[in-house]
């Protein structure tokens, strides 16, 4: 379990970002030395709520599938300095991660270590919670930012996943995965809805 609860580090994250905004490697060195979980969660804080900034699901996105893969091989971190120096703007970051403080603060209080164990083990299920890290950052990558919650559900499955492997909570590592599944189903919604409208536009032009 960490030293310090996560919703502290952010708090005092936003209380010291920079004026103007702050790049990911910067942000990567503000975490400290909690771990590439830390990071994991404190990037998807950002979309847990329904509202959208242009081009941050796929840099932090880009950010946790690369935490993911280091940690599946066992390697350290590497992120390209084109994603590594990209900036984001402080007056779009700030106020998002006040408003996902709340929601933070809430899982914390109701993750507990030592649930479901064999979730939290070693081995094959260590390598499993690896590949869904990287699944979750996949499905935020997936190009429907502008449509509501496409990044808040994977974003809610990346959170409870970092958080149920940094608290060895293997309830909250269960939701990770069922939160993972939903936005496989939702996704699959949006193409098959959009599918079948723009099938039913075609007749209708071509009758």
């Not at 599944?181 to 032009?205: D, Q, W």
């Amino acid at each position: 379990m960490t030293e310090e609860p996560i919703s502290r580090k952010l708090r005092n994250l936003i209380r010291y970002l920079p004026p103007t905004g702050i790049t990911l490697s910067e942000l990567i060195h503000r975490v400290g030395n909690d771990g590439l979980l830390m990071l994991t969660a404190l990037l998807t804080l950002v979309f847990l709520i329904p509202i959208s900034i242009p081009g941050v699901s796929t840099v932090f996105g880009a950010a946790i599938l690369l935490i993911g893969v280091s940690r599946l091989f066992g390697r350290e971190l590497w992120i390209p300095g084109k994603l590594r120096d990209r900036t984001i703007a402080t007056k779009k970051l700030r106020p998002v991660l006040r408003k996902a403080l709340y929601s933070l603060q809430k899982i914390e209080r109701v993750s507990k270590p030592n649930r479901i164990r064999w979730l939290v083990a070693g081995g094959v299920m260590a390598r499993l919670n690896d590949l869904s890290l990287i699944l979750g950052a996949v499905l935020l990558m997936m190009p429907f930012g502008l449509i509501p919650f496409s990044n808040t559900f994977p974003a809610v499955a990346l959170l409870f996943l970092a958080i149920g492997l940094l608290q060895r909570d293997g309830l909250c590592v269960l939701l990770g995965y069922i939160s993972n599944l939903v936005t496989i189903v939702y996704f699959a919604v949006l193409i098959g809805g959009g599918g079948m409208a723009a099938r039913a536009l075609f007749e209708r032009m071509s009758g």
